[in-house]
């Protein structure tokens, strides 16, 4: 269970379904329909999950190893290195998960013919070392750090089938367009999203982070600008969901729109609410969990859109 705990196992299999929804939920019968062959088959998109879910597995164990002490004061009862896994260990996963990552993004890029997506894993695993190492500690750098690397899960499997979308904008334009507006959804709630629940993360771990001379938004600006800039982006996620259904856009059903007013609108005007009032960490760690609910409601919303 430590190692489970260690390696985030319900975080890593979150990355494993918003890959898999958008490759067999959308990209996949978008092809299928239109005789477009898929430039990843089933072995290749599980080996590019693979890769994705090690690399965030040892990004997981670094931030962990280099938090350990500031970890103590901020939630004590879940840290695991030093506690139910020594330092020792902890390094050495980190680099059988890195190096995992790595070479099946190697693999994955010479098989299908796309050397930069070897690259752009590379470049997550030296973001993910300088995130842990500084960029945490600093205002908001590692807040729209980790947004974008929520946004990436998702990029990297529009990436890899770009050729196949760009046949298909020929063969079935309205399927195309749907397809990207789907995509282009999603990649902004993902970010956003992300963002949200990071600015509120900060001020649930100001204490602590205060203690080891971070430099977290919150800390630098105060808790009342932290609190404004949360609510201004709770607020721009709500809005990106009306100017979509005003304005018509393709791909999104009527169920879409009821399961994001449930799922997406309600949990954040109530965040917003309680953004208002709270004071402690536990009234911020309130929010941060209903920030989390929000976010795998965007991803179970993908269930409810219309790619053809």
């Known amino acids: 269970m430590s190692f489970f705990r260690l390696i985030r196992l319900p975080n890593l299999l979150i990355v494993a379904l918003v890959q898999s929804l958008l490759y067999f939920r959308l990209l996949l019968p978008a092809f299928q329909q239109n005789d477009i062959i898929p430039r990843l088959n089933t072995s290749e998109f599980i080996c590019l999950v693979l890769a994705t879910v090690f690399t965030t597995a040892g990004g997981y164990i670094l931030n962990d190893l280099y938090d350990a002490e500031m970890d103590m004061l901020n939630r004590k009862d879940k840290v695991v290195i030093n506690v139910a896994i020594?330092?020792?260990?902890?390094?050495?996963?980190?680099?059988?998960?890195?190096?995992?990552?790595?070479m099946l993004s190697l693999y994955l890029a010479f098989r299908i013919g796309q050397i930069y997506m070897a690259s752009l894993?590379?470049?997550?695993?030296?973001?993910?070392?300088?995130?842990?190492i500084s960029l945490k500690k600093l205002p908001l750098a590692g807040n729209l750090l980790v947004a974008f690397f929520c946004l990436g899960v998702a990029a990297l499997v529009w990436l890899a089938e770009a050729p196949g979308w760009w046949e298909l904008k020929t063969k079935a334009p309205q399927s195309a367009l749907a397809l990207q507006s789907i995509?282009?959804?999603?990649?902004?709630?993902?970010?956003?999203?992300?963002?949200?629940?990071?600015?509120?993360?900060?001020?649930?771990?100001?204490?602590?982070?205060?203690?080891?001379?971070c430099r977290t938004y919150p800390i630098v600006a105060g808790e009342k600008a932290a609190k404004w800039l949360a609510t201004a982006i709770a607020v721009l996620l709500i809005g990106l969901l009306i100017w979509q259904y005003l304005s018509q856009a393709t791909g999104f059903s009527s169920g879409f729109y009821l399961g994001a007013f449930i799922g997406v609108v309600l949990p954040l005007a109530?965040?917003?609410?309680?953004?208002?009032?709270?004071?402690?960490?536990?009234?911020?760690?309130?929010?941060?969990?209903?920030?989390k609910m929000v976010m795998l409601a965007g991803i179970l919303l993908l269930f409810f859109v219309n790619n053809t």
């Open 121 to 132: 894993y590379l470049l997550s695993f030296g973001l993910l070392f300088f995130y842990t």
């Open 270 to 291: 109530y965040s917003i609410q309680l953004l208002q009032k709270a004071q402690s960490a536990s009234d911020y760690h309130r929010i941060s969990l209903l920030a």
């Open 86 to 102: 020594s330092a020792q260990v902890g390094m050495w996963l980190y680099a059988i998960f890195g190096f995992a990552g790595l």
């Open 183 to 213: 995509f282009n959804w999603y990649f902004s709630f993902a970010f956003f999203s992300t963002f949200f629940r990071e600015i509120v993360k900060d001020m649930e771990d100001k204490e602590g982070d205060a203690a080891e001379a």
